[in-house]
Structure formats: C-alpha cells, structure tokens
C-alpha cells in the first residue's frame, strides 16, 4: 500500500513538471511581433502607463522606492504575482516574497527588478523572448506574455 502511494505520487509531481516533448516546436518560434500587439492590447485595457525597453519589456513604476537599487548580479526579495494577459494566475509568493539572484531569473526580470529600489512595486510584462522563449515550460505555454505585479522587499 505505502508502496502504490509512493508510486502514485512520483508520476503525478513528475508528469507535472515535464512538458510533453510531442507538443514542443522542433525550432524556435518568433513570437515578437504578437508578443508586442498583446502587451499593447493589454496596457490599453487596462489604462496602464507604461515604458518600453530597447529589449522589448514594457515595465510601469507604480511606486519608485527609496532604499537600495538592485544590479543585475544582486541578491533580492521580490513578493510577485505573475499572470498571463488574460488575468490567469500561474505563480504568487506570499506577501513576505521570496529571495533569489537575479543571475537565476528570467530576462525580463533581470532587466525589470533593477528599474525598482527597496519598497518599489510595478508592473513587468515579459515578452516570450526575456521569458521562457518559444518552448514549453513547466505547463507554461511556449511564446507566452508573462504580467508580474511585483515589489522590492530588500536587496540582500
């Protein structure tokens, strides 16, 4: 029985976590140009103010912060939610956030985090290429739009 149990659990956590490789594109898929028109789309429908990047992240300031200012090297804590443009929640720390490297995160967030001091918030949204590219990722659809509302707890 604690065997069954054991078994059950490893294939449900492990099927969970590996995209099926038959549903990968063989190359990678140039989702720039409708990563573009979705983040626009969903600046306008929701009355955002926003920047864009030379790289192609779109980022808003709600709050700038007043402690430190985090590199690209640095280590942080970050409480986020991260959303696609249809508002569909896919990731959220708690309310204490969650400390990492800024070396170990998307592009868009190696680029986005450093636009905040301690105590800011905002809002980042990641084209597919600063995300998870063309390709499936731990039930992340390939060319996806990731929306974080982020804020800088601490630069470590």
Not at 78 to 95: H, I, L, M, T
């Amino acid at each position: 029985m604690k065997y069954s149990f054991l078994v059950i659990l490893t294939v449900l956590f492990t099927s969970c976590s590996i995209d099926d490789p038959e549903q990968q594109p063989t190359e990678p898929i140039d989702y720039t140009i409708q990563n573009d028109n979705e983040i626009k789309a969903y600046i306008e429908e929701n009355d955002l103010t926003a920047i864009k990047t030379e790289s192609g992240l779109y980022y808003v300031i709600e709050e700038q912060g007043t402690g430190k200012q985090p590199t690209a090297n640095s280590n942080v804590t970050v409480a986020y939610k991260g959303f696609y443009s249809n508002k569909k929640v896919f990731d959220q720390s708690s309310e204490s956030g969650v400390s990492f490297s800024l070396q170990n995160v998307i592009r868009g967030w190696k680029e986005g985090i450093p636009l905040f001091k301690e105590g800011g918030s905002g809002i980042l949204l990641v084209p597919s290429h600063l995300g998870y590219g063309s390709f499936n990722y731990r039930g992340i659809p390939g060319g996806s739009v990731l929306i974080f509302d982020v804020k800088l707890i601490s630069v470590n």
